[in-house]
C-alpha cells in the first residue's frame, strides 16, 4: 500500500493544473501582436489592412542583399500593369458571384462586344495572371551551364563527321597464274591511273578509269616469267623484270617495246625509278643502275647485300636509294653523281635490327628523311627509321609476315600487306602506328600492294590469285576542292616559268 501512495504522489506532482505563465511567447501570437501595434502606430491609417503586413525584411544578423540589376541570366521575370491586375480581382470576386440562368444568348454577345471594345479582349477569355512583355537579352559574353543539358544545338563535336572505312572491298579483279612468290614485285599503278600487274610470263594493264583490260606483253619462253615491274613517274614507261636476267623497258601508248638492257647473272626481282635512271635489284645481292638515254646503260653497281635484293625505293626527293634484301639488311644509298668515275659506291646507312628478309619499303611522302621497312615471317616488325640521324624511331610488333608498305598521304597513315599468318591488310596512324582499321577478304598470303595516284584506294594482290580495290581514304569534297585548286595555281606557274 505504501508503493501505490508513492506513485499518486508524483502523479500529483508532475500534473499541470493550471497554464506556464512564465513560458516564452507563441510565434502566432507574437505575429499578431506585432501586426497590431503597425496598424495603431500613430502617424498612419488605421485601415491598412492586415493582409498587407510585411515580413521583416532584414534579418537579424544578416546584411540586406539588392537583386543584382544587372540584365541577362536564365530567369523571366515577367511584368504586370495595373489593368492587368485589375483584371485578375474582377475574375476573382465574380466566381463567387451566383450564376444568372436568365441571361440570354444576346446578353452575352453584347457583353464581348462591350469587353472587345473597353478591354481590347473578351473578358471570359482573361488569364488571372497575364505575363506581358518580352524576357530580355543576355549580356554579351554570359554563358548558361543549363545550355550543356537542355540545348538541341549541335555542339561541335557532334557535327564532326566520323570516317567511315568499308570492311569489304570495292572491286575484286581474277589474277590467274599469279606466281605466289614472297620476293617478287608483282604489282604497280601508275600516274595515269592504270594498273599494271604481271601474270607467270605476261603483264596485263587495267585502265581504272574506263575499266578497259589490255595484254601488253608476253614472254618468249613457257619456262621464263615476270619478277618486278616499276612505272616512270609520267606513267609512260614500264619498266620490267624478268628471270632471265634482263629488264624490258615498254612504251605503254604505242604498244612497244624500247630496249631490252642485259647486265645481271640472275632473276630481277627489284625495280625502282629515279629520273632517267632505273634502278634493279637481283638475285645476286648486286644493284645496278641504267641511265636509258645512253646505249651504254649500265652505270653503276651497289653491293652491299650477300643475297637477293628483294625490296628498292628511291626518296621522293630523289636523294637517296633504300634497299632490303635476304640478309634482312636495309641499306640506304646516295645518289650517283652526274660523271663518276668510279663503279662503287659505299651505303649513307645500313641497318640489321630485322631478323628476317626485308621486303617492304616505304617513304614517307611528307617526310623526305622518314623510311618504314619491314620484316620477313622471322621478324614481323615494323620499324620506322630516320634517315639524317640514323636512329629507329618506332618499332612495332605485327604479329604477322609483312611483305609491302605504303604511306597514305590523304589521311597521313601507314599501311601494311601482310603474309602468315593474318593474310590481311592493315591500316597503321602515323607516327603513333594505332591500328585504324583491318581489311580482311584474302584467303591467302598478300604479297604486294600499290596506292592510286589520287591517293583514295589501295589495291593488293594475294596467292589466292585476286587484286582487290580497297576504297578506304577518300577525302572530304571540302579538302579535295582545295587541293585540286592549289595544284592549277602551281601548274600554271610551271607553265609560265616554262615559256
Known sequence: MAQFGFENDIHSILKLDMPITNAPMARWQRKASSSNTSALTPGKSANVSLSSSKTPSKTPGKSKKQTPSKMGGDRFIPTRNGKQMEVASFLLTKENEPVDTNNTAGASESQKAWSMTLNGYNIEDAKILHLGGKPLNAPEGYQNNLKVLYSQVTTPASTKKTRYISSTPDRI???????????????????????????????????????????????????????????????????????????????????????????????????????????????????????????????????????????????????????????????????????????????????????????????????????????????????????NSGSCITSLDTQSQISSLVFAPNYKELVSAHGYAHNNVTIWKYPSLTRVAELNGHEDRVLSLTLSPDGSTVATVAGDETIRLWKSFEVDPVQKKAKERVAKSSSSAIHQSIR
Open 173 to 387: 579483279l581474277d589474277a590467274p597464274q599469279l606466281r605466289n612468290d614472297f620476293y617478287l614485285n608483282l604489282l604497280d599503278w601508275s600516274s595515269r591511273n592504270v594498273l599494271a600487274v604481271a601474270l607467270h610470263n605476261s603483264v596485263y594493264l587495267w585502265d581504272a578509269t574506263q575499266g578497259d583490260i589490255l595484254l601488253l606483253m608476253k614472254l618468249e619462253s613457257e619456262e621464263d616469267y615476270i619478277c618486278s615491274l616499276s612505272w616512270t613517274k609520267e606513267g609512260s614507261y614500264l619498266a620490267i623484270g624478268t628471270s632471265d636476267c634482263k629488264v624490258q623497258l615498254w612504251d605503254v601508248e604505242n604498244q612497244k617495246r624500247l630496249r631490252s638492257m642485259a647486265s645481271h647473272t640472275s632473276r630481277v626481282g627489284s625495280l625502282s625509278w629515279n629520273d632517267h635512271v632505273l634502278s634493279s635489284g637481283s638475285r645476286s645481292g648486286h644493284i645496278h643502275h641504267h641511265d636509258v638515254r645512253v646505249a651504254d646503260h649500265h652505270i653503276f653497281t651497289l653491293t652491299g647485300h650477300s643475297q637477293e635484293v628483294c625490296g628498292l625505293k628511291w626518296s621522293p626527293d630523289g636523294r637517296y636509294l633504300a634497299s632490303g634484301g635476304n640478309d634482312n639488311l636495309v641499306c640506304v644509298w646516295p645518289r650517283v653523281q652526274e660523271g663518276s668515275g668510279s663503279n662503287d659506291s659505299q651505303s649513307v646507312r645500313c641497318w640489321s635490327e630485322h631478323q628476317g628478309a626485308v621486303k617492304a619499303l616505304a617513304w614517307c611522302p611528307w617526310q623526305p628523311n622518314i623510311l618504314a621497312s619491314g620484316g620477313g615471317t622471322s621478324d614481323r616488325h615494323i620499324r620506322i627509321w630516320n634517315v
